[in-house]
């Protein structure tokens, strides 16, 4: 049986469902994103993937991984590392730009489809972070009346009372976090990029991720799934060389 994704979900979660319980091959593709040069995986003891999760006023993230460096009973907020993806790629009716969406974000104003932008969805990630102690001083009040509110650029933002949002949220508590986006740009303009945010933001290319299926597709045969998508969605991912 052939299973194929729609875009960037349906080739994250064939990625990361391939990579399954291999923590060596979740570390190989972790070690592909050129994260901020404070980032350093070690050795990890065990990965926790957090798929379309809603962080409710705060969005929805296409992806996270939470690196975990002690056993679960000994785990304390400081032996992990968050870190938030989020994909975007072309359409059949436009290319994705970053430097046009980046440029979106730096006017800090609010327009239709700002929260689809990479920049807004990633800072909302960010302050979710920054405000966590706060936020969970809130959540463990025996209420359904949240106080606090984050201001974020055009209104405040809530946890909500979701209770599996706060389970996820519960689970993002640690010591650093970064911010992801897998983006349709090429490598190289990437590499070039040099537009000005707020906060430090990483980048990875899909031509890196597909790359990285073909490298270690011999002894992962797994992985011949996420290549499957790729030329299924084809130039829609990114405007990738046909095979």
Not at 16 to 25: A, R, W
Not at 40 to 49: A, D, E, Q, S, W
Not at 223 to 232: N, P, R, S, T
């Amino acid at each position: 049986m052939k299973i194929l994704g729609y875009s960037e979900r349906g080739i994250i979660n064939s990625l990361i469902f391939s990579i399954g319980e291999d923590k060596e091959l979740m570390s190989k593709f972790i070690n592909k994103i050129t994260v901020h040069e404070s980032f350093k995986l070690g050795n990890p003891k065990r990965y926790t993937v957090l798929l379309e999760q809603s962080f409710s006023d705060f969005g929805d993230a296409d992806m996270v991984i939470i690196i975990h460096y002690k056993d679960k009973e000994v785990e304390k907020a400081e032996d992990k590392i968050v870190l938030f993806i989020e994909g975007k790629v072309n359409t059949s009716g436009s290319n994705w730009i970053i430097k046009t969406q980046h440029d979106k974000y730096i006017q800090k104003k609010e327009y239709k489809g700002y929260s689809s932008n990479l920049f807004y969805q990633l800072y909302f990630k960010k302050q979710l972070i920054d405000n966590w102690p706060d936020i969970k001083n809130d959540l463990e009040k025996d209420t359904k009346d949240r106080k606090v509110a984050i201001q974020s650029f055009f209104r405040k933002r809530k946890i909500g009372n979701n209770p599996i949002v706060h389970k996820a949220f519960n689970l993002i508590e640690c010591k650093e976090a970064y911010y992801i986006g897998i983006v349709p740009t090429k490598q190289s303009e990437i590499d070039n990029f040099d537009g000005k945010i707020d906060f430090d933001m990483s980048f990875l290319s899909w031509e890196k991720v597909e790359e990285f299926c073909e490298e270690n597709k011999e002894q992962h045969a797994c992985l011949e799934k996420v290549l499957d998508i790729f030329d299924y969605n084809d130039q829609q991912i990114y405007n990738r060389k046909t095979h």
